[in-house]
């Protein structure tokens, strides 16, 4: 309880900024993985196949780094970078909180649900490599939600007083 009384702004404002980079991260870590071993068996059959299978690969991997993008700015924002933070009120480490649960949770969900649409575009070029651009189409769809979470995330940054 001594925590929240002292630091109670202060320790949700780090809070926010640690849930922006790691559930993003996490989300990005999936789903890139998920389609690295979607990639293995076709890589293994067709190595020529490799630079067009490496885009989807990166697509899941941009929610990471809008979360780190969105921490960044909340510690720019904050003077945390440059040890200038101080004792943020509680309102104010609660706004901050908030404003990293958008990329938070969206690029959480989202690394992991494009990471599974990516992995089922491998599958199409396996089979039919001209077609890598449809796949490629259906994987950003996913990645128009990360979009916007990352924009309500930055906004609100913005606004931290």
Sequence with gaps: MELITNFGGT??????V?????????????GVGIVGEAMSGVIVEDPGKFGQLLVLQALPATQGIYGFVVGFMVMVQTGMLNGTIGQLSLGTGAYIFAS??????????SGVRQGRVAA????IVAKRPEEVSKAMVAAAMVETYAIL???ISLLLVMNIK
């Design 11 to 16: 320790f949700l404002a780090y809070l926010g």
């Design 18 to 30: 640690a849930f922006a980079v790691i559930f993003s991260g996490m989300g990005s870590s999936k």
């Design 100 to 109: 990293c649960c958008p990329i938070a949770f969206v690029g959480l969900v």
């Design 120 to 123: 089922a575009g491998v599958n």
């Design 149 to 151: 979470s990352l924009l």
